[in-house]
Protein backbone atom coordinates (compact mmCIF):
# COMPACT_ATOMS: atom_id res chain seq x y z
CA UNK A 1 0.00 0.00 0.00
CA UNK A 2 1.56 3.37 -0.87
CA UNK A 3 0.33 6.38 1.14
CA UNK A 4 0.38 9.90 0.55
CA UNK A 5 -0.93 13.35 0.99
CA UNK A 6 -4.22 13.86 -0.60
CA UNK A 7 -5.42 17.59 -1.37
CA UNK A 8 -8.14 19.38 0.84
CA UNK A 9 -8.03 16.24 3.63
CA UNK A 10 -6.56 16.59 6.70
CA UNK A 11 -3.43 14.98 7.97
CA UNK A 12 -1.33 14.23 10.63
CA UNK A 13 2.63 15.22 10.67
CA UNK A 14 2.87 11.91 8.41
CA UNK A 15 0.96 12.96 6.21
CA UNK A 16 -1.61 10.13 6.59
CA UNK A 17 -5.29 10.18 7.23
CA UNK A 18 -7.06 8.67 10.42
CA UNK A 19 -8.45 6.11 8.79
CA UNK A 20 -5.26 5.37 6.83
CA UNK A 21 -3.20 5.42 10.18
CA UNK A 22 -6.00 2.99 11.65
CA UNK A 23 -5.62 0.05 8.83
CA UNK A 24 -1.59 0.85 8.78
CA UNK A 25 -1.74 -0.44 12.50
CA UNK A 26 -4.18 -3.10 11.50
CA UNK A 27 -1.89 -4.90 9.57
CA UNK A 28 1.50 -4.18 11.65
CA UNK A 29 -0.37 -5.91 14.41
CA UNK A 30 -1.70 -8.48 12.29
CA UNK A 31 2.19 -9.31 11.02
CA UNK A 32 3.20 -9.37 14.21
CA UNK A 33 1.41 -11.50 15.64
CA UNK A 34 1.55 -13.99 12.44
CA UNK A 35 5.01 -13.85 13.19
CA UNK A 36 5.22 -14.70 16.74
CA UNK A 37 3.02 -17.38 16.09
CA UNK A 38 5.19 -18.89 13.23
CA UNK A 39 7.82 -19.09 15.80
CA UNK A 40 6.43 -22.32 17.46
CA UNK A 41 6.36 -24.14 14.60
CA UNK A 42 10.37 -23.52 14.71
CA UNK A 43 12.32 -26.18 15.66
CA UNK A 44 13.50 -25.51 18.90
CA UNK A 45 17.73 -24.93 17.76
CA UNK A 46 16.74 -21.79 16.20
CA UNK A 47 18.19 -19.08 18.11
CA UNK A 48 15.25 -16.63 17.48
CA UNK A 49 13.00 -18.91 18.78
CA UNK A 50 15.01 -19.63 22.21
CA UNK A 51 15.30 -15.57 22.53
CA UNK A 52 11.30 -14.73 22.17
CA UNK A 53 10.17 -17.66 24.01
CA UNK A 54 12.32 -17.20 26.99
CA UNK A 55 12.30 -19.82 30.15
CA UNK A 56 11.08 -17.07 32.36
CA UNK A 57 7.57 -16.56 30.20
CA UNK A 58 5.18 -17.89 32.92
CA UNK A 59 1.88 -18.35 31.54
CA UNK A 60 -1.20 -19.55 33.32
CA UNK A 61 -2.00 -22.81 32.85
CA UNK A 62 -5.83 -22.89 32.17
CA UNK A 63 -7.96 -26.33 31.11
CA UNK A 64 -9.10 -26.10 27.98
CA UNK A 65 -9.56 -28.58 24.94
CA UNK A 66 -7.32 -31.32 24.29
CA UNK A 67 -5.40 -29.21 21.63
CA UNK A 68 -5.60 -26.42 24.29
CA UNK A 69 -3.66 -28.27 27.07
CA UNK A 70 -1.03 -29.77 24.39
CA UNK A 71 -0.01 -26.22 23.73
CA UNK A 72 -0.16 -25.26 27.06
CA UNK A 73 1.81 -28.60 28.19
CA UNK A 74 4.19 -27.68 25.13
CA UNK A 75 5.56 -24.72 26.61
CA UNK A 76 5.31 -24.87 30.11
CA UNK A 77 7.13 -28.43 30.16
CA UNK A 78 10.03 -26.98 27.62
CA UNK A 79 10.44 -24.48 30.22
CA UNK A 80 10.49 -26.55 33.02
CA UNK A 81 13.04 -28.62 31.56
CA UNK A 82 15.38 -26.19 30.39
CA UNK A 83 14.97 -24.34 33.78
CA UNK A 84 15.60 -26.40 35.67
CA UNK A 85 19.22 -26.81 36.69
CA UNK A 86 18.82 -23.28 36.66
CA UNK A 87 16.02 -22.89 38.95
CA UNK A 88 17.34 -25.11 41.65
CA UNK A 89 19.91 -22.38 42.40
CA UNK A 90 17.85 -19.55 41.87
CA UNK A 91 14.53 -20.43 43.98
CA UNK A 92 12.39 -20.27 41.24
CA UNK A 93 11.02 -23.14 39.84
CA UNK A 94 8.64 -23.25 36.63
CA UNK A 95 4.82 -23.89 37.77
CA UNK A 96 6.07 -22.64 41.47
CA UNK A 97 4.12 -20.50 43.46
CA UNK A 98 6.51 -19.21 46.35
CA UNK A 99 3.45 -18.39 48.30
CA UNK A 100 3.00 -21.38 49.44
CA UNK A 101 3.31 -20.82 53.70
CA UNK A 102 5.50 -23.64 54.90
CA UNK A 103 5.01 -22.60 58.60
CA UNK A 104 1.18 -21.73 58.26
CA UNK A 105 0.88 -25.64 56.43
CA UNK A 106 3.03 -26.47 59.89
CA UNK A 107 1.18 -24.79 62.15
CA UNK A 108 -2.29 -26.55 60.70
CA UNK A 109 -1.11 -29.98 61.93
CA UNK A 110 -2.83 -31.40 65.30
CA UNK A 111 0.73 -32.67 66.33
CA UNK A 112 4.29 -32.50 65.44
CA UNK A 113 4.94 -34.56 62.94
CA UNK A 114 7.82 -36.76 64.78
CA UNK A 115 6.42 -36.54 67.48
CA UNK A 116 7.35 -35.55 71.31
CA UNK A 117 10.97 -37.64 70.51
CA UNK A 118 10.40 -39.14 67.30
CA UNK A 119 8.34 -41.85 68.36
CA UNK A 120 10.32 -43.87 70.96
CA UNK A 121 8.71 -46.37 72.48
CA UNK A 122 8.87 -47.05 76.05
CA UNK A 123 9.31 -50.13 76.47
CA UNK A 124 12.62 -51.76 76.00
CA UNK A 125 11.86 -54.79 73.83
CA UNK A 126 10.00 -52.62 71.16
CA UNK A 127 12.66 -50.34 71.39
CA UNK A 128 15.32 -52.91 70.85
CA UNK A 129 13.05 -53.83 67.75
CA UNK A 130 13.26 -50.46 66.36
CA UNK A 131 16.86 -50.46 66.40
CA UNK A 132 17.55 -53.69 64.74
CA UNK A 133 15.15 -52.13 62.11
CA UNK A 134 16.90 -48.95 61.72
CA UNK A 135 19.90 -51.06 61.70
CA UNK A 136 18.75 -52.85 58.75
CA UNK A 137 17.89 -49.54 56.77
CA UNK A 138 21.82 -48.25 57.52
CA UNK A 139 22.54 -51.34 55.92
CA UNK A 140 20.85 -51.39 52.94
CA UNK A 141 21.74 -48.03 52.53
CA UNK A 142 25.30 -47.77 53.13
CA UNK A 143 25.21 -51.13 50.36
CA UNK A 144 23.24 -48.69 47.78
CA UNK A 145 25.93 -45.50 48.37
CA UNK A 146 29.29 -48.32 48.00
CA UNK A 147 27.93 -49.96 45.18
CA UNK A 148 24.85 -48.37 43.29
CA UNK A 149 25.04 -44.67 44.11
CA UNK A 150 22.78 -42.34 41.49
CA UNK A 151 21.50 -46.07 40.00
CA UNK A 152 18.12 -46.57 40.45
CA UNK A 153 18.42 -49.85 42.94
CA UNK A 154 21.49 -52.27 44.53
CA UNK A 155 21.75 -55.64 42.66
CA UNK A 156 23.46 -56.35 45.91
CA UNK A 157 25.44 -60.03 44.89
CA UNK A 158 26.64 -58.77 41.93
CA UNK A 159 27.48 -55.26 44.09
CA UNK A 160 26.39 -53.29 40.52
CA UNK A 161 23.49 -50.73 40.32
CA UNK A 162 20.58 -51.57 38.51
CA UNK A 163 18.33 -48.87 36.17
CA UNK A 164 16.02 -50.49 34.64
CA UNK A 165 13.53 -49.06 32.21
CA UNK A 166 10.43 -47.89 34.16
CA UNK A 167 11.31 -44.43 35.15
CA UNK A 168 12.10 -42.61 31.54
CA UNK A 169 16.00 -41.94 32.49
CA UNK A 170 15.25 -40.59 35.91
CA UNK A 171 18.52 -42.10 38.07
CA UNK A 172 18.66 -42.54 41.47
CA UNK A 173 15.32 -44.52 42.69
CA UNK A 174 16.39 -45.60 45.80
CA UNK A 175 17.69 -42.18 46.64
CA UNK A 176 14.15 -40.13 46.35
CA UNK A 177 12.26 -43.44 47.72
CA UNK A 178 14.68 -43.34 51.19
CA UNK A 179 14.84 -39.62 51.94
CA UNK A 180 11.48 -39.54 54.10
CA UNK A 181 12.57 -43.18 55.89
CA UNK A 182 15.96 -41.86 56.43
CA UNK A 183 15.00 -38.61 58.11
CA UNK A 184 12.16 -40.25 60.12
CA UNK A 185 14.78 -42.86 61.13
CA UNK A 186 17.25 -40.14 62.59
CA UNK A 187 19.67 -41.25 59.88
CA UNK A 188 20.84 -37.74 59.64
CA UNK A 189 23.94 -38.15 57.75
CA UNK A 190 22.66 -40.52 55.44
CA UNK A 191 19.94 -38.50 54.78
CA UNK A 192 21.61 -35.03 54.18
CA UNK A 193 23.90 -37.11 51.32
CA UNK A 194 20.51 -38.30 50.03
CA UNK A 195 19.48 -34.80 50.16
CA UNK A 196 22.59 -33.37 48.25
CA UNK A 197 22.61 -35.78 45.58
CA UNK A 198 18.97 -34.70 44.31
CA UNK A 199 19.52 -30.78 44.62
CA UNK A 200 23.02 -31.65 42.57
CA UNK A 201 22.82 -34.48 40.52
CA UNK A 202 18.53 -35.33 40.34
CA UNK A 203 18.53 -34.74 36.50
CA UNK A 204 14.98 -34.16 35.45
CA UNK A 205 16.00 -33.69 31.73
CA UNK A 206 15.70 -37.09 30.84
CA UNK A 207 14.40 -38.59 28.13
CA UNK A 208 12.80 -41.94 27.90
CA UNK A 209 9.45 -43.95 28.11
CA UNK A 210 8.15 -43.92 31.77
CA UNK A 211 5.65 -45.23 33.76
CA UNK A 212 3.19 -42.64 34.91
CA UNK A 213 2.27 -44.57 37.93
CA UNK A 214 6.09 -45.06 39.05
CA UNK A 215 7.20 -41.98 38.28
CA UNK A 216 4.03 -40.52 40.52
CA UNK A 217 3.96 -42.73 43.48
CA UNK A 218 7.76 -43.12 44.01
CA UNK A 219 9.49 -39.52 42.76
CA UNK A 220 6.52 -37.13 43.04
CA UNK A 221 5.70 -39.05 45.96
CA UNK A 222 9.09 -39.05 47.63
CA UNK A 223 9.59 -35.37 46.83
CA UNK A 224 7.04 -34.18 47.92
CA UNK A 225 7.42 -36.17 51.52
CA UNK A 226 10.74 -34.37 52.03
CA UNK A 227 9.31 -31.08 51.39
CA UNK A 228 6.45 -31.25 53.57
CA UNK A 229 8.37 -33.03 56.47
CA UNK A 230 11.82 -30.93 56.09
CA UNK A 231 10.39 -27.64 54.01
CA UNK A 232 13.36 -27.60 52.21
CA UNK A 233 12.52 -25.39 49.41
CA UNK A 234 14.62 -27.60 46.81
CA UNK A 235 12.31 -30.47 47.54
CA UNK A 236 9.15 -28.53 46.25
CA UNK A 237 11.20 -26.73 42.91
CA UNK A 238 12.26 -30.26 41.93
CA UNK A 239 8.57 -31.81 42.26
CA UNK A 240 6.83 -28.80 40.27
CA UNK A 241 9.14 -29.28 37.41
CA UNK A 242 8.70 -32.97 37.31
CA UNK A 243 4.76 -32.73 38.07
CA UNK A 244 4.71 -30.82 35.14
CA UNK A 245 6.34 -33.28 32.90
CA UNK A 246 3.41 -35.75 33.68
CA UNK A 247 0.68 -33.55 32.65
CA UNK A 248 1.30 -34.24 28.43
CA UNK A 249 0.07 -37.58 29.94
CA UNK A 250 -3.52 -36.81 29.83
CA UNK A 251 -4.03 -35.88 26.78
CA UNK A 252 -6.17 -38.21 25.37
CA UNK A 253 -9.52 -38.19 23.96
CA UNK A 254 -11.06 -38.83 27.42
CA UNK A 255 -8.44 -37.48 29.72
CA UNK A 256 -8.04 -41.07 30.86
CA UNK A 257 -3.87 -40.74 31.37
CA UNK A 258 -1.74 -43.35 28.86
CA UNK A 259 0.38 -45.75 31.23
CA UNK A 260 3.59 -44.78 29.69
CA UNK A 261 4.77 -41.12 29.16
CA UNK A 262 7.82 -40.21 27.18
CA UNK A 263 9.43 -37.13 29.92
CA UNK A 264 11.72 -36.09 26.94
CA UNK A 265 9.00 -35.19 24.45
CA UNK A 266 6.45 -32.38 24.78
CA UNK A 267 5.07 -33.10 21.59
CA UNK A 268 3.62 -36.55 22.19
CA UNK A 269 2.60 -36.96 25.89
CA UNK A 270 2.05 -40.33 25.68
CA UNK A 271 4.47 -43.19 23.78
CA UNK A 272 2.18 -46.28 23.79
CA UNK A 273 -0.81 -47.81 22.46
CA UNK A 274 -3.20 -49.90 24.69
CA UNK A 275 -5.67 -49.58 27.50
CA UNK A 276 -4.76 -48.09 30.87
CA UNK A 277 -4.98 -49.46 33.78
CA UNK A 278 -7.26 -49.05 36.97
CA UNK A 279 -4.53 -49.21 39.42
CA UNK A 280 -2.04 -46.90 37.61
CA UNK A 281 -4.72 -43.85 36.62
CA UNK A 282 -6.24 -44.61 39.80
CA UNK A 283 -3.49 -43.93 41.81
CA UNK A 284 -2.55 -40.34 40.75
CA UNK A 285 -5.06 -38.45 43.02
CA UNK A 286 -3.31 -38.10 46.32
CA UNK A 287 0.24 -37.03 44.41
CA UNK A 288 -1.61 -34.17 42.19
CA UNK A 289 -4.00 -32.89 44.73
CA UNK A 290 -1.01 -31.90 46.57
CA UNK A 291 1.14 -30.55 43.50
CA UNK A 292 -2.04 -28.18 43.30
CA UNK A 293 -1.39 -27.26 46.57
CA UNK A 294 2.00 -26.76 45.98
CA UNK A 295 1.34 -24.42 43.03
CA UNK A 296 -1.72 -22.65 43.81
CA UNK A 297 -2.61 -24.21 39.82
CA UNK A 298 -5.21 -26.04 39.97
CA UNK A 299 -4.59 -27.99 36.74
CA UNK A 300 -3.21 -31.15 39.18
CA UNK A 301 -6.63 -31.86 40.74
CA UNK A 302 -8.88 -31.29 37.86
CA UNK A 303 -6.81 -33.74 35.75
CA UNK A 304 -7.74 -35.87 38.68
CA UNK A 305 -10.99 -35.34 39.25
CA UNK A 306 -11.94 -36.08 35.65
CA UNK A 307 -10.39 -39.44 36.00
CA UNK A 308 -12.77 -39.58 38.58
CA UNK A 309 -15.87 -38.19 36.82
CA UNK A 310 -15.63 -40.60 34.27
CA UNK A 311 -15.00 -43.66 36.61
CA UNK A 312 -18.17 -42.22 38.58
CA UNK A 313 -20.07 -42.11 35.24
CA UNK A 314 -19.66 -45.30 33.35
CA UNK A 315 -21.27 -48.47 34.18
CA UNK A 316 -20.03 -51.08 36.40
CA UNK A 317 -20.13 -54.83 35.96
CA UNK A 318 -22.28 -55.51 39.89
CA UNK A 319 -20.32 -52.51 41.18
CA UNK A 320 -17.22 -53.53 40.08
CA UNK A 321 -14.20 -51.68 38.23
CA UNK A 322 -12.28 -53.91 35.78
CA UNK A 323 -8.69 -53.60 35.41
CA UNK A 324 -8.49 -51.95 32.02
CA UNK A 325 -10.34 -49.06 30.65
CA UNK A 326 -9.41 -47.72 27.17
CA UNK A 327 -8.00 -44.09 27.48
CA UNK A 328 -9.68 -43.69 24.02
CA UNK A 329 -13.21 -44.39 24.32
CA UNK A 330 -13.56 -44.59 27.85
CA UNK A 331 -14.82 -48.24 27.73
CA UNK A 332 -14.10 -50.89 29.79
CA UNK A 333 -11.29 -53.52 27.69
CA UNK A 334 -12.36 -56.61 29.31
CA UNK A 335 -13.96 -57.61 32.69
CA UNK A 336 -10.97 -58.80 34.96
CA UNK A 337 -11.50 -57.40 38.52
CA UNK A 338 -8.99 -57.92 40.82
CA UNK A 339 -7.45 -55.54 44.85
CA UNK A 340 -4.13 -57.40 43.52
CA UNK A 341 -1.91 -56.45 40.99
CA UNK A 342 -3.46 -54.00 38.21
CA UNK A 343 -6.99 -53.12 40.88
CA UNK A 344 -5.06 -52.78 43.99
CA UNK A 345 -4.27 -48.80 44.99
CA UNK A 346 -7.19 -47.73 43.09
CA UNK A 347 -9.79 -48.45 45.95
CA UNK A 348 -6.45 -46.99 48.50
CA UNK A 349 -6.53 -43.88 46.88
CA UNK A 350 -10.62 -43.66 47.29
CA UNK A 351 -10.71 -43.97 50.77
CA UNK A 352 -7.64 -42.24 51.27
CA UNK A 353 -8.47 -39.53 49.13
CA UNK A 354 -11.61 -38.76 51.69
CA UNK A 355 -8.89 -38.97 54.94
CA UNK A 356 -6.22 -36.10 53.64
CA UNK A 357 -9.15 -34.34 52.22
CA UNK A 358 -9.77 -33.81 56.21
CA UNK A 359 -13.12 -35.73 55.66
CA UNK A 360 -14.61 -33.54 53.00
CA UNK A 361 -14.30 -35.24 49.62
CA UNK A 362 -17.77 -36.77 49.99
CA UNK A 363 -17.85 -37.99 46.41
CA UNK A 364 -14.14 -40.44 47.46
CA UNK A 365 -15.93 -41.38 50.22
CA UNK A 366 -19.20 -43.00 48.76
CA UNK A 367 -16.87 -44.34 45.29
CA UNK A 368 -14.77 -46.26 48.21
CA UNK A 369 -17.62 -47.45 50.80
CA UNK A 370 -20.08 -48.73 47.35
CA UNK A 371 -16.69 -50.36 45.88
CA UNK A 372 -15.93 -51.98 48.98
CA UNK A 373 -19.90 -53.31 49.03
CA UNK A 374 -19.22 -54.49 45.62
CA UNK A 375 -15.94 -56.54 46.66
CA UNK A 376 -17.64 -57.82 49.33
CA UNK A 377 -20.58 -58.82 48.05
CA UNK A 378 -18.37 -60.50 44.29
CA UNK A 379 -14.87 -61.34 45.89
CA UNK A 380 -14.10 -62.04 49.10
CA UNK A 381 -14.69 -65.46 49.83
CA UNK A 382 -14.08 -68.07 53.15
CA UNK A 383 -12.01 -71.18 52.67
CA UNK A 384 -12.57 -74.65 53.80
CA UNK A 385 -10.42 -73.63 56.61
CA UNK A 386 -11.76 -71.02 57.74
CA UNK A 387 -9.69 -68.04 55.91
CA UNK A 388 -11.17 -64.56 54.28
CA UNK A 389 -9.50 -64.30 51.12
CA UNK A 390 -9.80 -61.55 48.19
CA UNK A 391 -10.27 -63.44 44.96
CA UNK A 392 -10.17 -62.34 41.68
CA UNK A 393 -13.05 -62.23 39.19
CA UNK A 394 -12.80 -62.73 35.29
CA UNK A 395 -16.41 -62.21 33.56
CA UNK A 396 -18.45 -63.37 36.55
CA UNK A 397 -15.84 -66.52 37.02
CA UNK A 398 -13.83 -66.79 40.46
CA UNK A 399 -9.86 -67.27 40.45
CA UNK A 400 -9.59 -68.17 44.06
CA UNK A 401 -6.24 -66.51 44.12
CA UNK A 402 -4.95 -64.02 46.48
CA UNK A 403 -1.70 -61.82 45.46
CA UNK A 404 0.32 -61.22 47.88
CA UNK A 405 -0.11 -56.83 46.65
CA UNK A 406 -4.05 -57.92 47.72
CA UNK A 407 -2.52 -58.01 51.60
CA UNK A 408 -2.54 -54.03 51.53
CA UNK A 409 -6.09 -54.62 51.62
CA UNK A 410 -6.22 -55.61 55.54
CA UNK A 411 -4.82 -51.73 56.17
CA UNK A 412 -7.00 -50.34 53.80
CA UNK A 413 -10.57 -51.48 55.28
CA UNK A 414 -8.65 -50.66 58.69
CA UNK A 415 -8.18 -47.09 58.09
CA UNK A 416 -11.81 -46.81 56.96
CA UNK A 417 -13.62 -48.79 59.37
CA UNK A 418 -14.21 -45.65 61.48
CA UNK A 419 -16.07 -43.76 58.69
CA UNK A 420 -18.16 -46.51 57.30
CA UNK A 421 -21.85 -46.62 58.19
CA UNK A 422 -22.18 -47.00 62.27
CA UNK A 423 -23.60 -50.59 62.05
CA UNK A 424 -20.28 -51.47 59.88
CA UNK A 425 -17.72 -50.31 61.92
CA UNK A 426 -17.14 -53.81 64.02
CA UNK A 427 -17.46 -55.35 61.18
CA UNK A 428 -14.90 -53.90 58.83
CA UNK A 429 -12.50 -54.12 62.03
CA UNK A 430 -13.18 -57.52 61.68
CA UNK A 431 -13.12 -58.12 57.66
CA UNK A 432 -9.69 -56.19 58.09
CA UNK A 433 -8.34 -58.20 60.79
CA UNK A 434 -9.55 -61.77 59.10
CA UNK A 435 -7.94 -60.39 55.84
CA UNK A 436 -4.36 -59.56 57.55
CA UNK A 437 -4.47 -62.96 59.75
CA UNK A 438 -4.94 -65.14 55.92
CA UNK A 439 -2.00 -63.07 54.84
CA UNK A 440 0.22 -64.11 58.12
CA UNK A 441 -0.93 -67.46 57.72
CA UNK A 442 0.67 -67.00 53.55
CA UNK A 443 4.34 -66.25 55.35
CA UNK A 444 3.63 -68.57 58.31
CA UNK A 445 2.69 -71.75 55.96
CA UNK A 446 6.03 -71.21 54.33
CA UNK A 447 9.87 -72.65 55.29
CA UNK A 448 11.49 -69.04 55.33
CA UNK A 449 8.26 -67.38 56.50
CA UNK A 450 8.27 -64.97 53.87
CA UNK A 451 4.73 -64.80 51.67
CA UNK A 452 5.16 -66.07 48.09
CA UNK A 453 3.75 -63.61 45.13
CA UNK A 454 0.07 -65.55 45.13
CA UNK A 455 -1.75 -67.84 47.19
CA UNK A 456 -4.46 -69.91 46.03
CA UNK A 457 -7.70 -71.74 47.60
CA UNK A 458 -8.19 -74.42 45.02
CA UNK A 459 -6.76 -77.40 44.81
CA UNK A 460 -6.70 -78.53 48.58
CA UNK A 461 -4.31 -75.11 49.06
CA UNK A 462 -5.55 -72.87 51.94
CA UNK A 463 -2.67 -69.55 51.68
CA UNK A 464 0.06 -71.66 50.07
CA UNK A 465 1.29 -71.03 45.94
CA UNK A 466 0.97 -73.61 44.25
CA UNK A 467 2.32 -73.05 40.86
CA UNK A 468 6.08 -72.62 41.01
CA UNK A 469 6.20 -69.23 39.25
CA UNK A 470 4.52 -67.95 42.29
CA UNK A 471 6.83 -68.53 44.71
CA UNK A 472 8.93 -65.85 45.15
CA UNK A 473 9.02 -62.84 47.57
CA UNK A 474 10.75 -59.45 46.18
CA UNK A 475 10.83 -57.78 49.62
CA UNK A 476 7.12 -56.20 49.40
CA UNK A 477 5.67 -54.58 52.03
CA UNK A 478 1.94 -55.34 51.72
CA UNK A 479 1.30 -57.92 54.65
CA UNK A 480 3.97 -55.86 57.27
CA UNK A 481 1.63 -52.65 56.47
CA UNK A 482 -1.29 -54.26 57.08
CA UNK A 483 0.48 -55.39 60.15
CA UNK A 484 1.31 -51.81 61.14
CA UNK A 485 -2.03 -50.19 60.14
CA UNK A 486 -3.74 -53.08 62.15
CA UNK A 487 -1.28 -52.20 65.32
CA UNK A 488 -2.18 -48.52 65.16
CA UNK A 489 -5.40 -49.21 65.26
CA UNK A 490 -6.09 -52.09 67.48
CA UNK A 491 -2.67 -52.19 69.55
CA UNK A 492 -3.20 -56.15 69.52
CA UNK A 493 0.48 -57.12 70.35
CA UNK A 494 0.13 -59.73 67.94
CA UNK A 495 1.07 -57.46 65.11
CA UNK A 496 3.93 -56.53 66.75
CA UNK A 497 4.96 -60.07 66.73
CA UNK A 498 4.18 -60.79 63.13
CA UNK A 499 6.26 -58.01 62.10
CA UNK A 500 9.34 -59.71 64.42
CA UNK A 501 8.55 -62.84 62.65
CA UNK A 502 9.31 -61.02 59.42
CA UNK A 503 12.47 -58.95 60.31
CA UNK A 504 13.94 -62.12 61.52
CA UNK A 505 13.11 -63.97 58.63
CA UNK A 506 14.10 -61.40 56.27
CA UNK A 507 17.25 -61.15 58.38
CA UNK A 508 17.92 -64.54 57.73
CA UNK A 509 16.95 -65.19 54.19
CA UNK A 510 17.25 -62.04 52.09
CA UNK A 511 20.41 -60.40 54.21
CA UNK A 512 23.00 -61.11 51.92
CA UNK A 513 26.59 -59.25 52.62
CA UNK A 514 26.32 -56.28 50.46
CA UNK A 515 22.49 -55.61 51.07
CA UNK A 516 19.15 -57.14 51.08
CA UNK A 517 17.93 -59.57 48.40
CA UNK A 518 14.29 -61.05 47.27
CA UNK A 519 14.20 -64.46 46.79
CA UNK A 520 13.13 -67.54 44.21
CA UNK A 521 11.37 -69.60 46.23
CA UNK A 522 9.62 -69.39 49.43
CA UNK A 523 8.96 -72.83 50.01
CA UNK A 524 13.04 -73.22 49.49
CA UNK A 525 15.29 -74.50 53.00
CA UNK A 526 17.69 -73.51 50.63
CA UNK A 527 17.16 -69.88 49.14
CA UNK A 528 17.88 -68.62 45.64
CA UNK A 529 18.20 -64.79 45.93
CA UNK A 530 17.31 -62.56 42.82
CA UNK A 531 20.10 -59.81 42.83
CA UNK A 532 17.71 -57.19 43.49
CA UNK A 533 16.88 -54.59 47.08
CA UNK A 534 13.54 -53.02 45.31
CA UNK A 535 13.81 -49.33 46.13
CA UNK A 536 10.12 -49.61 47.97
CA UNK A 537 11.98 -52.21 50.78
CA UNK A 538 13.97 -48.61 51.50
CA UNK A 539 10.56 -46.42 50.98
CA UNK A 540 8.12 -49.19 52.65
CA UNK A 541 8.71 -53.02 54.10
CA UNK A 542 11.55 -50.60 56.40
CA UNK A 543 9.37 -47.89 57.20
CA UNK A 544 6.38 -49.74 57.85
CA UNK A 545 8.45 -51.64 60.18
CA UNK A 546 9.83 -48.76 61.71
CA UNK A 547 6.45 -46.89 62.53
CA UNK A 548 5.19 -50.79 63.78
CA UNK A 549 8.01 -50.69 66.39
CA UNK A 550 7.33 -46.66 67.13
CA UNK A 551 4.77 -44.56 69.22
CA UNK A 552 1.59 -43.70 67.45
CA UNK A 553 2.88 -40.11 67.70
CA UNK A 554 5.44 -40.77 64.65
CA UNK A 555 4.06 -39.15 62.11
CA UNK A 556 0.13 -39.81 63.25
CA UNK A 557 -2.77 -40.89 61.21
CA UNK A 558 -4.47 -37.57 62.18
CA UNK A 559 -2.08 -35.60 60.00
CA UNK A 560 -0.58 -37.69 57.71
CA UNK A 561 -1.31 -40.37 55.14
CA UNK A 562 0.78 -42.62 53.18
CA UNK A 563 0.76 -42.76 49.52
CA UNK A 564 1.35 -46.63 47.78
CA UNK A 565 5.04 -46.48 48.28
CA UNK A 566 4.69 -44.95 52.02
CA UNK A 567 5.62 -42.02 51.46
CA UNK A 568 3.61 -39.60 54.13
CA UNK A 569 1.83 -36.83 52.67
CA UNK A 570 -0.28 -34.57 54.85
CA UNK A 571 -4.28 -33.59 55.55
CA UNK A 572 -5.12 -30.65 53.41
CA UNK A 573 -7.15 -28.77 56.23
CA UNK A 574 -8.37 -26.13 53.95
CA UNK A 575 -10.38 -23.56 56.30
CA UNK A 576 -7.02 -23.62 58.43
CA UNK A 577 -4.99 -22.99 55.01
CA UNK A 578 -6.63 -20.36 53.75
CA UNK A 579 -7.53 -18.52 57.18
CA UNK A 580 -5.45 -17.18 60.01
CA UNK A 581 -5.87 -20.13 62.67
CA UNK A 582 -3.61 -23.03 63.51
CA UNK A 583 -4.05 -26.34 65.09
CA UNK A 584 -1.23 -27.48 66.48
CA UNK A 585 -1.21 -28.77 69.68
CA UNK A 586 0.76 -26.68 71.85
CA UNK A 587 1.25 -29.32 74.62
CA UNK A 588 3.67 -31.27 72.58
CA UNK A 589 6.83 -30.20 71.34
CA UNK A 590 9.03 -31.07 68.44
C1 LIG B 1 5.13 -50.53 45.43
O1 LIG B 1 5.77 -49.85 44.42
C2 LIG B 1 3.79 -49.93 45.73
O2 LIG B 1 3.35 -50.36 46.95
C3 LIG B 1 2.76 -50.25 44.69
O3 LIG B 1 1.50 -49.78 45.04
C4 LIG B 1 2.68 -51.74 44.50
N1 LIG B 1 3.95 -52.35 44.32
C5 LIG B 1 5.09 -51.97 45.08
C6 LIG B 1 5.40 -52.82 46.29
O4 LIG B 1 5.07 -54.12 46.24
Not at 36 to 46: K, R, T, W, Y
Not at 308 to 335: A, D, T
Not at 559 to 565: H, L
Amino acid sequence: MVFRKLPGVSASGMGLRLSQKFVFLLFLSGLVTLCFGALFFLPDSVRLKRIFLSKTESQPVTVGSENDDMMLSRSKTESASKDEKVTSSSNQGANTDTSFDYNKFKKCLLKPPLGIEHGKPSDPQTLQRREKVKEMMKFAWDNYKSFAWGKNELRPLTRNGHIGNMFGGLRGASIVDSLDTLYIMGLMDEYNDAKEWVETSLDLNSNGEASLFEVNIRYVGGLLSAYYLTGEEMFKRKVMVLGEKLLPAFNTPTGIPRGVINLGSWSWGWASAGSSILAEFGTLHLEFVHLSELSNNGIYTEKVMNIRKLLNKIEKPHGLYPNFLSPVSGNWVQHHVSIGGLGDSFYEYLIKSYLMSDKTDEEAKKMYYSALEAIEANLVQKSPGGLTYMAEWRGGILDHKMGHLACFSGGMVVIGADDGAPEKRQHYLDLAAEITHTCHESYSRSATKLGPEAFRFDGGAEATATRLSDRYYILRPEVIESYMYMWRLTHDPKYREWGWEAVEALEKHCRVEAGFSGIRDVYAQTVSHDNMQQSFFLSETLKYLYLLFSDDDLLPLEDWVFNTEAHPLPVVRKSCLQGEGGTHDKTTSE
